[in-house]
Every structure is written in C-alpha cells, then in structure tokens.
Nanobody, 124 residues
Framework: QVQLVESGGGLVQPGGSLRLSCAAS????????IGWFRQAPGKEREGVSC????????YYGDSVKGRFIISRDKAKNTVYLQMNSLKPEDTAVYYC?????????????????WGQGTQVTISS
C-alpha cells in the first residue's frame, strides 16, 4: 500500500519560515516527480511547486516564487518544501503528491498518489 506522509506544518508568525517534508512508504520517491499543493478554507486546491524525478527541474506558482524552495534528498528518499517569508495568505493544508513521470508540472490530475496533508497556519 502506497502512503505519502507530510510533516513539518505548524503555526508561525508572518515573516517566519517552515520546512515541510514528504516521505513515502510503498514507493521510492526517487523515481517520481513530486508536487506540493495547498488548499485554503473555502478555496480550491492550488499548485505550489514541483520537482522532477531527476531533481534538475523545478517549478513554482506565482504566489510563492522567490519565497519557497523545493528540494529532494535522494539518500533519504524525501522531498522538502522550504517556506520563507510566510504570509497569512499562505495558510492552508499542504499536500504532497507523486507521479511517475520525467517532467514537472502542477496539473493536479496528473498526480497518482497523494498524502493526507499537513496544516500550515500563519498568524500573529
């Protein structure tokens, strides 16, 4: 059974930082393109960032570009989302997702496996 597990969420003040992690059981993340998505209350889920299977290609949504950094540690079979300069509008449940493809994109329908999400709250 495939499981993706996000961790690292929490409550931080505006301007702060968090690092989310995405780990898996049942699959080896190193073989997958990984995407991060988020869903705020009352809003549709949106793509945040993705990293290709090789790690050489990354993509960011406009709302997080320049503030978030996606990376992967192949030795640990883990993907990270470093979130800096956090804003209240970043508050959402963050999900990681995996698809066995070479390229990186934020089309949600492309992704095969999804985690249960981790809550990120930005508030003073």
């Amino acid at each position: 059974q495939v499981q993706l597990v996000e961790s690292g969420g929490g409550l931080v003040q505006p301007g702060g930082s968090l690092r989310l992690s995405c780990a898996a059981s049942g699959i080896t993340l190193n073989y997958y393109t990984i995407g991060w998505f988020r869903q705020a209350p009352g809003k549709e889920r949106e793509g945040v960032s993705c990293i290709s299977r090789s790690g050489f290609s990354t993509y960011y949504g406009d709302s997080v570009k320049g503030r978030f950094i996606i990376s992967r540690d192949k030795a640990k079979n883990t993907v990270y989302l470093q979130m800096n300069s956090l804003k209240p509008e970043d508050t959402a449940v963050y999900y990681c997702a995996a698809v066995m493809t070479v390229s990186c994109g934020l089309g949600q329908n492309e992704y095969t496996y999804w985690g249960q999400g981790t809550q990120v709250t930005i508030s003073s």
